[in-house]
């Protein structure tokens, strides 16, 4: 009896599938491929909060900059930051403090800390900044002077 399948469908019919091999050697490539990759997508969480602390003190500081521009002089330190959302009720009062404010609220960083304010007195050298991951001294704060 002769076979009367034609080479091409008698190819197709040989081809049905992956073989268990194949599977495997797919599967260990994609396992060598997250091994190398995923340790790299882990550490990104923290460089993205470093970014929004980072964004975060821009906008602060961008606020206190109108502040100035308004009065004549930034808020004092023991006023702080929130001279940008309420009106200061204590000296240096503000000439033509802006009746909507500077900023809706006053943002806390990525790691739930409030955000730090130092005015030494001068009237052109401000400090904004976080204490960073660790929450405390001494580690790596970001600030405006980066």
């Given at each position: 009896?002769?076979?009367?399948?034609?080479?091409?469908?008698?190819?197709?019919?040989?081809?049905?599938?992956?073989?268990?091999i194949e599977?495997?050697?797919?599967?260990?490539?994609?396992?060598?491929?997250?091994?190398?990759?995923?340790?790299?997508?882990?550490?990104?969480?923290?460089?993205?909060?470093?970014?929004?602390?980072?964004?975060?003190?821009?906008?602060?500081?961008a606020?206190?900059?109108?502040?100035?521009?308004?009065?004549?002089f930034?808020?004092?330190?023991?006023?702080?930051?929130?001279?940008?959302?309420?009106?200061?009720?204590?000296?240096?009062?503000?000439?033509?403090?802006?009746?909507?404010?500077?900023?809706?609220?006053?943002?806390?960083?990525?790691?739930?800390?409030?955000?730090?304010?130092?005015?030494?007195?001068?009237?052109s050298?401000?400090?904004i900044?976080?204490?960073?991951?660790?929450?405390?001294?001494?580690?790596?704060?970001?600030?405006?002077?980066?």
């Amino acid at each position: 009896m002769m076979n009367t399948l034609s080479p091409s469908r008698r190819a197709l019919r040989k081809q049905r599938g992956f073989t268990l091999i194949e599977i495997m050697v797919v599967v260990v490539i994609l396992g060598i491929l997250a091994s190398l990759v995923v340790p790299r997508l882990i550490s990104r969480p923290e460089e993205a909060r470093i970014v929004k602390a980072q964004q975060d003190i821009r906008a602060v500081e961008a606020a206190l900059q109108l502040y100035r521009l308004d009065n004549g002089f930034y808020p004092s330190q023991e006023q702080g930051l929130q001279a940008l959302v309420t009106a200061p009720t204590s000296a240096p009062l503000p000439r033509r403090w802006s009746s909507e404010g500077y900023l809706a609220s006053i943002p806390v960083d990525p790691w739930g800390n409030e955000y730090l304010y130092l005015n030494p007195g001068s009237h052109s050298t401000i400090d904004i900044y976080s204490l960073g991951p660790t929450g405390e001294e001494g580690g790596e704060p970001i600030g405006n002077w980066q």
